[in-house]
């Protein structure tokens, strides 16, 4: 079993910055891969950005790249989502998600993610 909390959304002007917090426990947070994916009203769910358990590989969406940075602190159990130059249409509820089936790939379809945490709300103003 995995636990995530999410925290660090809220309402922003287009061009700001918010950073993620996805806090993890359960099962040994070191040994999975972990995701960031959003869902804005009338949307499917899609993905925004995934890391490695070691940290060393990433992944983005085409439309967040040089703009949001994912990282990792095994230590703390806990994945961030750094998220810059914030453009109205990354107005989304944000979820953290554990892949346990995953250590050194990362998977960009919702449905291969085990555990979600339940979402914190990112608005971007124009």
């Known amino acids: 079993q995995v636990q995530l909390v999410e925290s660090g959304g809220g309402l922003v002007q287009a061009g700001g910055s918010l950073r993620l917090s996805c806090a993890a426990s359960?099962?040994?947070?070191?040994?999975?891969?972990m995701g960031w994916f959003r869902q804005a009203p009338g949307k499917e769910r899609e993905f925004v950005s995934g890391i490695t358990w070691s940290g060393f590989n990433t992944y983005y969406l085409n439309s967040v790249k040089g703009r949001f940075t994912i990282s990792r602190d095994n230590a703390k159990n806990t994945v961030y989502l750094q998220m810059n130059g914030l453009k109205p249409e990354d107005t989304a509820v944000y979820y953290c998600a554990a892949d346990l089936g995953r250590t050194e790939s990362i998977a960009t379809r919702a449905e291969m993610y085990d555990y979600w945490g339940q979402g914190t709300q990112v608005t971007v103003s124009s």
């Open positions: 359960g099962r040994t947070f070191s040994m999975y891969a």
